[in-house]
């Protein structure tokens, strides 16, 4: 019978598929290296103005952009189920306007912490269950006022780690459980003084990549409890940056976008242990930009406004991730 194929196949010069080759092919899952790669445009102008340096949760089946710099600093808050349609909660929230907030969803609630408000660095501590009404936890937490801090959810805790503060970079690490009293976990961490760093919890860790402190910064640290730190990599394969973001999807850490000095990015690269990244996509269809804020929600990676290299922006971006 094999005699028999083999003819078959020299003498028609053809090579056939076996129907078990076949069944392989149909149910081998796609690589990592097609995630994130095709990006689709929801919206090229949302009904906020356009901004960078807001914030994004996903909270109540919605995705949420709170605050930002449009050429002033906002205090608005608004939220989407599409990406495309974007209501407005609130014009002006209890607290100040700001750019540099950071935001998480913890305790069932939305909080927002810090920032700068054009008159201060900020330390206070909000939160809310309907993005319209804010509650103040503590208007003046026990971490000095910052901007351009990590913000994280890990171990049932939220964390604060890193920023600028007024007399330079930081590199202490805190924490709540409440949003009122917070706990130095440590005062000076191993990794450099630094802001707008990306962070992440990923495989049981606390990651911080990145940043600038103040030189533009490519390395990848984690943690397990927020006093030792462990560094992954000195010089990550992607090019130094800050104001990038980081996800987690497809058992993977992914890094987008970002800026050094000269350059804003809008390549994406994933890795699953910190130390080795892979580039998936060199230029994104979106445009390079900094400052911008991401999301998953709906079972796609979303991309919010940001600074590219002309003008502040309102548009919004999606790749499927599953």
């Not at 990592?32 to 906020?48: G, K, M, R, V």
């Not at 901004?51 to 939220?79: C, E, L, P, Q």
């Not at 990848?220 to 010089?235: C, F, K, P, R």
């Amino acid at each position: 019978m094999t005699e028999r194929i083999y003819n078959l196949y020299k003498k028609h010069g053809v090579f056939m598929i076996t129907t078990v080759m076949m069944l392989l092919l149909i149910v081998t899952p796609a690589v990592a290296e097609d995630i994130l790669t095709n990006w689709t445009q929801a919206t090229n102008s949302t009904e906020f103005s356009p901004r960078y340096f807001h914030t994004s949760v996903v909270y109540d089946d919605k995705m949420w952009v709170i605050a930002g710099d449009d050429g002033s600093y906002k205090n608005d808050v608004w939220y989407s189920t599409n990406g495309v349609n974007w209501t407005q909660a609130t014009n002006s929230t209890a607290f100040s306007p700001r750019f540099i907030p950071e935001s998480v969803v913890y305790d069932d609630k939305m909080w927002v912490i810090a920032g700068w408000d054009d008159v201060s660095n900020k330390n206070d501590v909000w939160y809310s269950t309907d993005g319209a009404n804010w509650t103040l936890a503590n208007d003046s937490a026990a971490f000095s006022p910052r901007r351009g801090a990590a913000l994280i959810v890990y171990d049932d805790k939220m964390w604060v780690i890193g920023g600028r503060e007024d007399n330079g970079h930081v590199n202490d690490v805190w924490y709540s459980t409440d949003g009122e009293i917070w706990t130095l976990a440590n005062d000076s961490a191993a990794f450099s003084a630094r802001n707008f760093q990306a962070s992440v919890v990923y495989d049981g860790k606390m990651w911080l990549i990145g940043g600038s402190s103040p030189q533009i910064l490519n390395d990848v640290w984690y943690s397990t409890d927020g006093e030792i730190w462990t560094l992954a990599n000195d010089s990550a394969a992607f090019s130094p940056r800050r104001d990038s973001t980081c996800i987690v999807s497809d058992e993977r850490m992914w890094i987008i976008g970002g800026a050094d000095r000269q350059n804003n990015f809008n390549d994406v690269w994933y890795s699953t242990d910190g130390e080795i990244w892979t580039q998936a996509n060199v230029s994104a269809a979106f445009s390079p930009r900094r400052s911008f804020s991401s999301v998953i929600y709906d079972g796609s990676v979303w991309i919010i406004g940001g600074l590219d290299n002309d003008s502040m922006k309102n548009d919004v971006w999606y790749s499927n991730v599953v």
